[in-house]
């Protein structure tokens, strides 16, 4: 009886875990990038400089542009895993280059969320307090933070509640 019991908690715990992505991260060309393999049907790939992601279809290895066939060729990827590496070409249109990857443990989230890059691009003066606005450089979102004028428990309150909207806006938006 115990068996039984144990044997379905382990198959109800497997019908409800969710997929696991596999992250790579390598080459394709010359180009640094990242590929996240979601599931059987869809996967992410973009580029580590520019932190947005593309949407691909997949079949196996083969990956191509989401909402386009294999037969047209937009970023085809055609991958054979090597030793748990994934080694092949991707091709769109006619032009053709080397992808070399291999796995890693961080997603493209967490890459992408340790990457982003804010800079002060301006201040707006109200009476005696400053109000600044920050870009996110990728995204080009800009969002304010509490600046001169304000108390530092004012600061310490708002201006990481701030911060973390604008990484997650931008984090959607990439």
């Known amino acids: 009886m115990l068996k039984r019991v144990i044997i379905g908690i382990v198959v109800c715990f497997g019908l409800v875990m969710p997929i696991q992505a596999q992250t790579y991260k390598g080459t394709l060309g010359?180009?640094?990038i990242m590929l996240s393999i979601q599931?059987?049907?869809v996967s992410t790939y973009m580029y580590t400089r520019y932190l947005k992601?593309?949407?691909l279809e997949r079949e196996g290895y083969t990956f191509y542009q989401r909402y386009s066939s294999k037969e047209q060729k937009l970023e085809l990827f055609e991958l054979r895993?090597?030793?748990?590496n994934l080694q092949g070409t991707w091709q769109n249109k006619q032009r053709v280059l080397p992808v070399h990857l291999t796995p890693v443990e961080q997603s493209l989230a967490d890459y992408r969320a340790e990457h982003m890059k804010f800079t002060l691009v301006g201040e707006k003066q109200f009476a005696k307090q400053t109000i600044e606005l920050i870009k996110e450089d990728h995204s080009n979102f800009a969002f304010y933070r509490l600046g001169k004028g304000f108390t530092q428990a004012q600061q310490?309150?708002?201006?990481?509640l701030l911060a973390k909207l604008h990484r997650d806006y931008v984090s959607n938006f990439l």
């Open 30 to 32: 010359k180009y640094s």
């Open 39 to 41: 599931d059987d049907a």
């Open 53 to 55: 992601e593309i949407p």
């Open 81 to 84: 895993l090597v030793g748990g």
């Open 156 to 160: 310490a309150f708002l201006n990481p």
